[in-house]
């Protein structure tokens, strides 16, 4: 079992850190959040414990997240958050130093890698790799990279939107763009601030856009009930939101995440262009799991698109996979230490 524990690969994601240990699957699935005590400058609580105080800290704590836009905003709380997530992973193997594969967003710089890398092994791997998130997703969602076939891949997380043409293991053109998960529930917020003058926080915008939330516009009218402050009188209030609102507020964000599919599919080669075109576009990452959102990539491109199964996790399970088979996946396989 010892031998098995000693491959990790991270899912290193802006809102949520997925964990995967070799013969064991996915072992944590934890937001990506640290909470300090600024006296001390001490991490107090990391994950879902540090979650659950967003909001609800008095003023010598703050919770934040070190992760910005998918790649690290602040190293030292990365480091201890990674090192929490592997020795919360392993459990009573933490003696063995792990090998560890991290995925990073697809336009990652060198230095962003070397980041990564750097903060894995300070936290405890013996050797550490990176690994662009569009062709872990799509080993993850048993996508044959090898082939001399292009594949095109649409990985939707919290941070940012990755988009990439697959072809012999490698990817031939990608684009990422820091607009995804969190810049819809923005933009709910600033939805619900300006219709009902009411403020709420991100986690009811979420569970707005989780309920009733979609891509496009249908006669399938949702409505879940929001409670929030009310801006004039200060006191609480409720109100009640649709899916077609929902689908207005989120629509200049949606417009930039189709641009920038539209973007990577105006770069790519005629020869790989008409295997998109046959065999269509697969969506991974949890922001796929919008509401028809394939309908509006194929509205868009004319393209069919499909959404993954196990969406959200089909990075960290490609993690697994390529660690299982580091030698067939040496070519997109970056930075190791």
């Not at 393209?303 to 070519?331: M, S, W």
Request: charged share 25%; net charge neutral; proline share 3%.
């Amino acid at each position: 079992m010892s031998l098995f524990a000693r491959k990790i690969g991270i899912d290193l994601g802006t809102v949520n850190t997925l964990v995967f240990v070799s013969g064991r699957g996915i072992v944590l699935n934890e937001p990506s959040v640290v909470a300090v005590s600024l006296p001390e400058n001490k991490i107090l609580a990391v994950g879902d414990e540090a979650k659950e105080m967003i909001g609800k800290t008095p003023d010598t704590i703050v919770t934040y997240r070190p992760m910005k836009d998918g790649v690290i905003a602040d190293y030292k709380a990365t480091e201890a958050m990674l090192r929490y997530f592997i020795g919360k992973a392993l459990g009573r193997l933490n003696m063995f130093k792990p090998e560890v594969m991290v995925s990073v967003p697809a336009d990652v710089t060198s230095t962003e890698k070397r980041a990564v890398v750097e903060a894995a092994i300070k936290a405890g791997a013996r050797s550490a790799y990176v690994v662009k998130e569009p062709i872990l997703a799509a080993i993850g969602a048993g996508v044959p990279i090898q082939e001399a076939r292009g594949h095109m891949i649409v990985d939707i997380g919290g941070g940012t939107t990755d988009v990439a043409v697959i072809s012999l293991g490698g990817i031939v053109h990608c684009t990422s763009a820091r607009v995804a998960g969190n810049k819809l529930d923005q933009a709910v917020i600033n939805h619900v601030k300006k219709t009902f003058n009411l403020a709420i926080g991100d986690r009811t915008a979420e569970e707005i856009k989780i309920a009733v939330g979609s891509a496009v516009a249908g006669d399938e009218e949702l409505t879940c009930a929001l409670r929030g402050r009310d801006f004039l009188t200060g006191l609480p209030k409720s109100a009640e939101i649709s899916t077609n609102e929902v689908v207005k507020a989120i629509d200049s964000e949606l417009r930039d995440m189709i641009k920038a599919i539209k973007q990577v599919l105006q770069e790519t080669p005629p020869e790989l262009a008409s295997d998109i075109i046959e065999f269509g576009i697969l969506m991974t990452g949890g922001g796929s799991l919008l509401r028809n959102i394939s309908e509006l990539v194929f509205r868009s491109t004319g393209i069919n698109a499909t959404v993954a199964n196990d969406a959200l996790l089909c990075v960290a399970k490609g993690t697994g996979r390529a660690l299982e088979h580091l030698d067939a996946y040496k070519r997109s396989i970056v930075a190791k230490k």
